[in-house]
Antibody, heavy 118, light 113 residues
Framework: EVQLVESGGGLVTPGGSLRLSCAASGFTFNNAWMSWVRQAPGKGLEWVGRMKGYSEGGTTDYATPVKGRFTMSRDDSKSTLYLQMNSLKTDDTGVYYC?????????WGQGTLVTVSS | DVVMTQSPLSLPVTLGQPASISCRSSQSLVYSDGNTYLNWYQQRPGQSPRRLIYKVSNRASGVPDRFSGSGSGTDFTLKISRVEAEDVGVYYCLQGTHWPPGYTFGQGTKLEI
């Protein structure tokens, strides 16, 4: 069974940083393409970024609102995906979901809440 | 950039009756490999999203057969043949054909009894 467990969310002031983690199990992580998707309170879903698998060089793509501020990385030895978020803004507040790509976005984690507020 | 437009945004339904949600893209979603990368997701209240349909019309594992997807090019539809109470939630379409800029979700359609 595929499991994706996010952690690292919390309250941070504007301009601050936070690192989210996603512990994966139930599939071969090092070949998996992974994405982060977020959801502001009471709003819809917004794709944040994607990281390809090891065999594709682990290249990344980011949505325009987070480009240059957010960085995805992975530790295949720990089956863990990360999202480093810098220069956080109030608009970055929301639940962040870790997802695995199979025919676009397939599996979802339970999400972790990030609140950016002074 | 491609824009995904869902309608209606709110859909009151009666138990046992059919329901239909439309998703239109500003550009054709047919990719160069011949596939159309359009998925549907369900998000029940308080839960994570769950994939229902992939590549227009393929039901994901464990999805009841009362859910079906259809469409082509720029116009797509999710249909529920007979709505059940557990179907309450928000439904999203997602395109993955045009890259960059990356995945694009529709605004969501709230289905309520």
């Amino acid at each position: 069974e595929v499991q994706l467990v996010e952690s690292g969310g919390g309250l941070v002031t504007p301009g601050g940083s936070l690192r989210l983690s996603c512990a994966a199990s139930g599939f071969t992580f090092n070949n998996a393409w992974m994405s982060w998707v977020r959801q502001a309170p009471g709003k819809g879903l917004e794709w944040v970024g994607r990281m390809k698998g090891y065999s594709e060089g682990g290249t990344t793509d980011y949505a325009t609102p987070v480009k240059g501020r957010f960085t995805m990385s992975r530790d295949d030895s720990k089956s863990t995906l990360y999202l480093q978020m810098n220069s956080l803004k109030t608009d970055d507040t929301g639940v962040y979901y870790c997802t695995r790509e199979t025919d676009l976005i397939g599996d979802w984690g339970q999400g972790t809440l990030v609140t950016v507020s002074s | 950039d491609v824009v995904m437009t869902q309608s209606p945004l709110s859909l009151p339904v009666t138990l046992g009756q059919p329901a239909s949600i439309s998703c239109r893209s500003s550009q054709s979603l047919v990719y160069s490999d011949g596939n159309t990368y359009l998925n549907w997701y369900q998000q029940r209240p308080g839960q994570s999203p769950r994939r229902l349909i992939y590549k227009v019309s393929n039901r994901a594992s464990g999805v009841p057969d009362r859910f079906s997807g259809s469409g082509s090019g720029t116009d797509f539809t999710l249909k529920i043949s007979r709505v059940e109470a557990e179907d309450v939630g928000v439904y999203y379409c997602l395109q993955g054909t045009h890259w960059p800029p990356g995945y694009t979700f529709g605004q969501g359609t709230k289905l309520e009894i």
